[in-house]
């Protein structure tokens, strides 16, 4: 598994919203956390992520938005054994696309809450969906309108995939109950299909009811797994404490971050938050762990809220990092890491390299055709010199050896100059190879054609020919 330590702005940015901080660039880089080891496990996640501790900003200079949501916010009661800081980690659903990804996840969440030796430090995951289950409840939603059979598949479709990568983490003492709230769930959604063939439209909120889904689904399989692994743990269903004032329903579009339209209100989602803290700490004794070697995992749906009126909703697309600082305030969370999975960093803009690569194309095809060109010329130009010398107007005798020589050596050399030229076009790109064949080809074709041709007309008996 591959990590690296970056920084990701949007993040940082997200933050002072959240926490209603200013930035300042040292801060951003102050502190690293520290490497992980490889857990062995299938796919790669790379984290793009720094710790970041951020100084309050007078209060003069904050926004009116941003002087509303700096204001405090009662920190949850932790035992008096608990000495570090809450840490939040956020994973999209790419991170979360398999039953080996999840099973790596969650042993990174492990070995985060160890800490790095200075006691345990307990530990928030905001998940997102399943890798793709977004756009396939929105498949549901989007063909319940032409064909319900097709919507109904798909929903199955969509269920089988996270039941099975449910059962594949942990055993059915703990599944059991997990999968039989998804086959509810996805009754209630059929549900929802039904009455769309009636409305003959698809509204906003029933997009986002149904969407939501896939992040409560996500967030119980990962609470399934840290369970059976004997974690302290448990889950949260954001949709009952995060409370939220929205401007308007409907998901946004993918990958624009659009939560503008989305304000948490802390006051009364905090006093929902510390209620269910308090409940969870007494049901599974949170309270009793030594946090020095020990402390827990809560994992919690991102994505979605709920209104005032307690309707669900959600905070649009790409809204889980928004979730996750959302969360870091309530926790007084000393640190929020993103996790991406992704197999390196872009270190050019990759629409640009495309245009490189297109010049290096041409050039390469130019550079062929020279010195095939060249070379073949050349070896006319021998053919002819031959043709000359020979008195007889025949190729033979020591005129033939000359002519042999010289082909041989103008042979070997235009071979290793296509050969060389061969390997920097498969390096560059596949495209080359036929670019390269293309070439050879026609000027090897061309070449013989035209030497042969002058050579018959004067009445020269190439090598091989006989009369």
Known sequence: MVRAQVLLAAAAASSLIAFGHAWSPAAMFAGSAPALRSAGRA??????????????????????????????????????????????HKFGGASLNDVGLYKTVGDLLVAESQGRGDGAIPTMAIVSAMGGMTDQLIKVITS??????????????????????LKELAPPEITDPI????????????????????????????????TGFGEIWSAQTLYAYLAAQGHPTSWLDARDVLIVKSDGAGLGEKGSAATGGVEPLYGVTSEKFRSWWAEETDKHKFDKLDYKNKAPIVVVTGFVASTTEGVPTTLKRSGSDYS???????????????????????????????????????HTYLHIYMHIGTYCMVLCVCMYVCMYV?????????????????????????HVCMYA???????????????????????????YIHTYTHLRKRGVTVLGETG
């Not at 790669?44 to 916010?73: C, D, H, I, N, Q």
């Not at 309108?145 to 199955?156: G, V």
């Not at 030229?421 to 070449?447: E, G, N, Q, S």
């Open 43 to 88: 796919g790669s996640l790379l984290s793009l992520r720094k710790s970041t501790r951020f100084a309050a900003a007078p209060r003069a200079a904050r926004s009116p938005r941003m002087a509303a949501v700096a204001e405090s916010v009662p920190k949850i009661s932790m035992p008096s054994q608990a000495t570090q800081e809450w840490e939040v």
């Open 144 to 165: 319940a309108l032409k064909d319900f059979d097709a919507a109904k598949q798909a929903l199955d479709d969509a269920i089988t995939r996270q039941v099975t990568t």
């Open 179 to 210: 999968e039989a709230r998804i086959r509810a769930d996805g009754q209630d959604i059929l549900s929802v299909v039904q009455s769309l063939r009636m409305l003959r439209t698809v509204p906003g909120v029933s997009i986002e009811v149904v």
């Open 324 to 362: 996750a600082t959302i969360f870091a305030k309530l926790m007084s969370a000393g640190r929020v890491t993103m996790w991406k999975n992704t197999d390196g960093v872009y270190t050019a803009d990759p629409r640009s390299v495309i245009v490189m690569l297109m010049c290096v194309c041409v």
């Open 390 to 414: 020979c008195t007889e107007g025949r190729i033979s005798g020591s005129c033939g050896e000359i002519y042999v020589c010289m082909y041989v050596c103008m042979y070997v050399c235009m």
């Open 421 to 447: 030229c061969l390997y920097v076009c498969v390096y560059v790109c596949d495209t080359c190879m036929h670019t390269y064949i293309h070439t050879y080809i026609h000027k090897c074709i061309h070449t």
